[in-house]
T-cell receptor, first 113, second 117 residues
Framework: AQKVTQAQTEISVVEKEDVTLDCVYE???????LFWYKQPPSGELVFLIR??????QNEISGRYSWNFQKSTSSFNFTITASQVVDSAVYFC??????????FGTGTSLTVIP | ETGVTQTPRHLVMGMTNKKSLKCEQH?????MYWYKQSAKKPLELMFV???????ENNSVPSRFSPECPNSSHLFLHLHTLQPEDSALYLC????????????????FGEGSRLTVL
């Protein structure tokens, strides 16, 4: 069975602090894809990153970085020097095929000025 | 400007009404989706259309009826809904390359906030 767990329901940090959002997944497939999405108050989920199961290199994009560890089935997301605009709900997702995606329950991040 | 447009953004309806949600994608994708988002729950996949054919229907009640007239448009027809159907309904599109291809990311619209009285 496929499953994505985001254990952190809500996180609050003060602006400029670093914050890590956890994502743990379950799958029996050897080929799969992991995603992170951001949902601001407007409602639209915005794609942040896609990672396939054969690429365990960590990735950095500006203040965002992702740590993919197959050994622990985790795909954690870190925001460095957080800003108020980072306040949103963040979703982790898993997919093996082209049209079936499994989402976590999301982590609501509040960055306090 | 988003590549996936949903209308209306907000809808209030009684349990006996019939209404429709509309989604349009301008990205040239070949797959479109309806998701339901309720508080404290994972996104629930309702319907998938790939190449205009329905691929999966996850036991959604028949009071929800999808329609995909072409690869750019997707509708969700609503009939005799229940108050528990109140939620944010999200449309998404992607480029489906089949089971042997790369999984493309979903592109979402801003959602239609539905309230059933």
């Amino acid at each position: 069975a496929q499953k994505v767990t985001q254990a952190q329901t809500e996180i609050s940090v003060v602006e400029k602090e670093d914050v890590t959002l956890d994502c743990v997944y379950e799958t029996r497939d050897t080929t799969y894809y992991l995603f992170w999405y951001k949902q601001p108050p407007s409602g639209e989920l915005v794609f942040l990153i896609r990672r396939n199961s054969f690429d365990e290199q960590n990735e950095i994009s500006g203040r965002y970085s992702w740590n993919f560890q197959k050994s622990t089935s985790s795909f954690n997301f870190t925001i460095t020097a957080s800003q108020v605009v980072d306040s949103a709900v963040y979703f982790c997702a898993l997919s093996q095929t082209g049209n079936q995606f499994y989402f976590g329950t999301g982590t609501s991040l509040t960055v306090i000025p | 400007e988003t590549g996936v447009t949903q209308t209306p953004r907000h809808l209030v309806m009684g349990m006996t009404n019939k209404k429709s949600l509309k989604c349009e994608q301008h990205l040239g994708h070949n797959a479109m989706y309806w998701y339901k988002q309720s508080a404290k729950k994972p996104l629930e996949l309702m319907f998938v259309y790939s190449l205009e054919e329905r691929v999966e229907n996850n036991s959604v009640p028949s009071r929800f009826s999808p329609e995909c007239p072409n690869s750019s448009h997707l509708f969700l027809h609503l009939h005799t809904l229940q108050p528990e159907d109140s939620a944010l309904y999200l449309c998404a599109s992607s480029q489906d390359q089949g089971v042997f291809g790369t999984v493309g990311e979903l592109f979402f619209g801003e959602g239609s906030r539905l309230t059933v009285l």
